[in-house]
């Protein structure tokens, strides 16, 4: 598995080169290959639950660990905003090559790219559970996900 990691990276790198002078939802598009390829390698399968934002929004992420995240990400492109993760978390999204926020969550949402956010803040809500067999990402307005 660790051989698969580190090709994914690598795959990761190559496909980025081009996406960085493009914008960021080319980058949000790959944030999501990439996790969705993490999560293959792992064999996880990923249920999505609920309609994800047509639009650009910020997206609470309610997620236990750095695996569960990435099956937000695999559900819905989007750029983590990475100040409120966890130091290893954000070593992690760097050793895979996944892209983060690198401008203002304003910005990313005036480009027409969603912003993965931890805080807890958002007006729509990413909760990802373990499920049999993988994780299920559940999308809805935080007053109706229910705690895991």
């Known amino acids: 598995m660790i051989l698969a990691f580190a090709g ?6 190559t496909a980025l080169r081009g996406c960085v002078r493009r914008g960021s939802h080319e980058r ?15 064999g996880a399968r990923i249920v999505v639950e609920g309609e994800p934002p047509e639009e650009a929004s910020v997206l609470g992420l309610r997620a ?5 995240m990435l099956a937000a990400l ?5 750029l983590v ?3 409120a993760l966890p130091a290893h978390w954000r ?4 050793a895979l090559g996944l892209p983060s926020l690198d401008r203002s969550p304003s910005e990313a949402l005036a480009e027409g790219v969603c912003v993965l956010s931890p805080d807890g803040t958002a007006p729509c809500e990413l909760a990802v559970d373990i499920a049999p067999h ?13 705690p895991a």
Do not use: C, E, K, Q
């Open 81 to 83: 905003d990475t100040m």
């Open 28 to 42: 949000a598009t790959a944030a999501r290959w990439i996790a969705a390829n993490a999560m293959a390698a792992r």
């Open 74 to 78: 695999a559900a819905v492109p989007a």
């Open 134 to 146: 993988g994780y299920r990402v559940r999308v809805a307005a935080p007053s109706r996900v229910l």
């Open 64 to 68: 236990a660990s750095f695996t569960s």
């Open 91 to 94: 070593l992690a999204l760097r």
């Open 8 to 13: 994914l990276a690598i795959d990761a790198r």
